[in-house]
């Protein structure tokens, strides 16, 4: 008895121990990844602080003298105000256009049965494997035909339709999670179709909405290219557009530059570290079913 015990101790023992190195891993690939992630941040911080001369003598290192003037330069010496205004534009018709679409398509494909659903689904869901920027020869031919050219309402539509297929993914699987027996309840109570999706369905759905909502404008707010052929209005130019502005033929601001990314990145930063919890809380339950 006393070597079964033993045995089962020392197995125990390598259990331990091996899971303490797969966490010593997990750890040290977390760190790295953090670190990779962290070091641009900083550098781009420090490049935005330096003066021009600082730059090229001291392309890596610390700002000998703390420019915080870069920041009122790039803000003021520019359209940034403006440009940030259409990025806000575009990116809340984006939300707008995927909500009210995804929300009723992934009420029907998690609630109702019918023939061809899984087709249906499927069809969706393929979309997922086309990246936007894989369309751009089309997109850029079919708004030419129709003229459609500085139109920031176009773009939010482009936006919101490549956002449809992994936001079905998402709110799919997190209304299935729903139980159904609160629908038949409500039926019970007299309430028909339109309100057991408007008065349950939508606010147990809140979290898996939002979630979709976030990860909208985390890819809206940020794209360039597709906004860089269809925009050429200086007044319709979309924030990532407006900071190339800072580097042309004849001049190159990179401190003003830097800045400009800043002022950028510092929105996307705060909306992502403060709708964090909402994301992981909307992925994981939408991972759910049945």
Known sequence: MFSKKRKVDDYSGQTLIRNKGVLVLMYVALTLAAICVILPLLWLLFTSLKTREDLTLNTWGLPREWVFSNYVKAWSGSRIPLYMFNSIRATLLSIVITVVLVTPVSFVLARFRFKGKQILYFFFIAGMMVPIHSTIIPIYTMVGRF???????????IYGAFRIPVSIFILEGFMTAIPKELEECAVIDGCSLSRIFLNIIIPLSKDGIVTIAILTVLSSWNELLLSMLLLSDPLKKTLPIGLMGFITEYNSEYTQLAA???????P??????????????GMIAGAVKG
């Open 268 to 281: 996307t930063i705060i909306f992502y570290a403060l709708a964090q919890e909402k994301i992981e809380k």
């Open 260 to 266: 400009g990314i800043m002022i950028a990145i510092i």
């Open 147 to 157: 003229n459609m050219y500085n139109n920031l309402e176009i773009l939010s539509l």
